[in-house]
């Protein structure tokens, strides 16, 4: 299938592969501003089944292919510009000061959209006002404030000043899951703007503007064309989950970016501080600490300053929920007990493992968590694997350090008993190194996350949910399968 296009797309003219390219964008553009006005039918004022989600749906479908159609185009685009076959004399601007105008635009477009069947950031701007004014978000839920009788007075008085956030923060019997990190910027963003999403967004497109600098950075650290960055820059799911849903993990990137591109340069005690700061917005990153530990190893004492250093952060991350309790109504416990949404891997892999449980009469609970144990120690495995195998002295350093650190993420998001739509940001930014398509072809696919919503409105979210997951993740699955079977020895080097 890749190689009759490729074909199709050899005999092309190259003014006519850019002209598709620059067409790309302008209805990436053309879709957001649509998507702009489409959002109001999601407002609050609406229940969930008077939105207009199958036709969502479609169109999150549809605009998923056109990011499928710009991983096919790059390649040849890449080769022109190597080649020096065709001139760029028609364009007044440089390619890539388009690309960041056509990325910018469409992010700008939705930062005063209505956020669309997502509503995670009413937890943001509430801890964030919360912390803001001195009080821990960590020691009260959203129901103990607005329900509870033993509550302290402030707030009570904060809950009534920031209605209507606190009584749609969803599962409030549960205390926040941020860490320390993430609640700094969600009181950075109160101080901007109290209780406002467009503070928190603008927040956002700070992040984003940093992580197309970081981008870009890293892209000329290994020589590679810029134009690679379309593949982040113009990602319609990224732009979507970001910008309009506002989803926390744009301002995780810069950190966990900046540390991949100091360890790439050799850097590593200080890509260990970054790192741990990412960790501190986001938990994942410090699974990421031993690949920048590990060269370290003979310079014993820098290793072990940054260890320290690592440490006390991690101690600043963990002692809140410590010391606030981590029992039943700890966002961080159930978390990482129960949550399972829109995978098929782990279901799978927990079903199989509860199948051997009963063999031998565990409890249920004990084979549910045996599994998420197994998937942890194998992300450790691997990780430490990558730490240790890595070839010293060799003049690709650079390009071994993407790779470890690219590994890992996709390895992390492919297993993640969770696997929202933004979750993908985790893997996106890699992309512009290692476009893997099993990853390209998550974009239109991973639109049928949304049907959930709908089908949950008419009772019958038990029957199609499993199915669901399965109709997203088995064309990535294939793929990935595919391109391990038939292209092994190039399966992550860079196109």
Not at 139 to 150: K, N
Not at 233 to 256: G, T
Not at 290 to 302: F, H, S, Y
Request: glycine share 6%; with cysteine.
């Amino acid at each position: 299938m890749f190689s009759r296009a490729d074909n199709l797309l050899s005999s092309l003219s190259p003014l006519l592969c850019w002209r598709l390219f620059w067409l790309i964008g302008f209805l990436l553009c053309t879709l957001a501003f649509g998507f702009h006005f489409f959002s109001d039918n999601f407002s609050y004022a609406y229940r969930v089944r008077e939105m207009p989600i199958p036709t969502l749906v479609f169109g999150l479908f549809l605009t998923g292919f056109l990011f499928v159609f710009l991983r096919f185009l790059l390649p040849r685009l890449v080769k022109f510009e190597e080649n020096a076959v065709f001139s760029l004399r028609f364009l007044t601007v440089s390619p890539l000061c388009a690309i960041f105008v056509i990325g910018l635009i469409a992010r700008a477009l939705l930062l005063f959209s209505e956020p669309v069947l997502e509503d995670d950031y009413h937890r943001y701007l509430w801890d964030g006002g919360v912390l803001a004014h001195g009080v821990s978000p960590y020691t009260y839920s959203p129901t103990d404030i607005l329900e509870g009788e033993d509550t302290p007075m402030l707030l009570k008085e904060l809950s009534s000043w920031a209605s209507p956030v606190p009584e749609r923060i969803n599962h409030p019997d549960l205390r926040t899951i941020y860490p320390a990190g993430a609640q700094a910027l969600f009181s950075v963003s109160h101080f901007f703007g109290p209780w406002s999403l467009t503070a928190w967004r603008i927040m956002i497109l700070m992040a984003e503007l940093t992580t197309f600098a970081l981008l870009l950075s890293m892209l000329n650290l290994i020589a590679r064309s810029p134009l690679w960055i379309s593949l982040y820059w113009w990602n319609p799911l990224v732009i979507k989950e970001l910008m309009n849903s506002a989803h926390m993990e744009a301002v995780m990137l810069p950190f966990l970016l900046g540390g991949v591109y100091l360890a790439m340069r050799g850097f590593f005690a200080k890509s260990s501080l970054l790192l741990s700061l990412a960790a501190s917005i986001k938990f994942w990153p410090a699974l990421l600490l031993p690949l920048v530990w590990q060269p370290l190893i003979k310079r014993p004492l820098i290793l072990v300053i940054s260890i320290v250093i690592s440490l006390c952060i991690g101690g600043v991350i963990v002692w809140p929920f410590l010391q606030s309790g981590l029992n039943e109504s700890s966002g961080l416990v159930a978390y990482g007990v129960q949550w399972k949404t829109n995978s098929a891997f782990f279901p799978t892999f927990e079903s199989l493992i509860l199948f051997f449980t009963d063999l031998v009469s565990l409890p249920q609970k004990n084979g549910a968590l045996l599994a998420r144990a197994l998937v942890g120690l194998f992300l450790v495995g691997l990780v430490f694997w990558l730490a240790f195998a890595q070839i010293k002295g060799d003049k690709k350093h650079e390009r071994l350090t993407l790779f470890s650190f690219s590994v890992v993420s996709f390895a992390l998001f492919l297993l993640s008993p969770a696997q929202f739509p933004w979750y993908f940001v985790w893997v996106a930014p890699f992309l512009v190194f290692y476009p893997l398509w099993g990853f390209v072809v998550l974009m239109p696919f991973m639109a049928f996350y949304y049907l959930g919503f709908y089908f949950n409105t008419v009772d019958e979210i038990r029957d199609y949910k499993f199915l669901l997951s399965f109709l997203i993740w088995l064309p990535v699955w294939g793929l990935l399968a595919y391109e391990l079977l038939n292209h092994r020895r190039r399966l992550l080097a860079p196109v």
